[in-house]
């Protein structure tokens, strides 16, 4: 049997950010799935997050946002170079893209970095030990291996018929389940009985 998991996600989003224990939940209790985190690029600077959406993600989660990061919602959303930095590393070295987008997360919205510029991404940099060529860290440019999950994530939102997002989507053989994050929010550890079922059909 071979099994993949896929997580279609935001790194600035903040329902990407209450669904990512659950694919933490789901790599620990299976090891040997395959994880595939793509980066869908939804925020380009364009787009401000409002203070409904961060209610609805808190009530419907067990996530608090704190005010460093409420703080710097006045200025919009850019995760292009975040997008760029995990596309680069899922390509080169992926058994470290889910600890850096933890890291990403825990920086954006736990201490409020906003992660728009190069700069803002000192700290991940050195806490990685990363080596990312120049062109990673341009915030007005996706590179070939974001452009490259952009394209992964356009088919495959064809297939399941929506660009919601987050999506976690598991793969079986040749079956695909859209898993319903929403029902495991607040409870990370039930999806994993969830994909026992799917695993076991």
Not at 44 to 59: F, P, V, W
Not at 116 to 121: E, L, R, T
Not at 164 to 181: E, Y
Request: glycine share 2%; charged share 25%; hydrophobic share 45%.
């Amino acid at each position: 049997m071979v099994a993949e998991l896929f997580f279609i996600y935001d790194s600035h989003c903040p329902w990407s950010y209450t669904a990512t224990p659950l694919v933490k939940a789901i790599k620990q209790a299976f090891p040997d799935i395959e994880l595939h985190l793509w980066h869908c690029a939804r925020y380009e600077g364009d787009e401000q997050i409002g203070s409904k959406t961060l209610d609805q993600a808190e009530q419907d989660s067990n996530t608090v946002f704190t005010p460093e990061y409420k703080h710097q919602l006045k200025n919009a959303a850019d995760s292009t170079i975040a997008a760029n930095l995990l596309a680069w590393v899922a390509n080169k070295m992926p058994s470290d893209a889910l600890s850096l987008l933890s890291a990403i997360q825990k920086q954006h919205f736990e201490q409020g970095n906003p992660l728009k510029v190069a700069d803002d991404f000192d700290d991940i940099i050195t806490q990685f030990k990363l080596s990312a060529p120049a062109k990673v860290l341009k915030h007005d440019k996706f590179t070939k291996d974001a452009e490259f999950v952009l394209g992964y994530i356009e088919e495959i939102q064809e297939v399941i018929g929506t660009k919601a997002i987050p999506a976690l989507l598991l793969a079986v053989n040749d079956d695909l389940i859209l898993l319903n994050h929403n029902l495991y929010l607040k409870d990370p550890s039930a999806i994993v009985e969830a994909v026992k079922l799917e695993l076991a059909k």
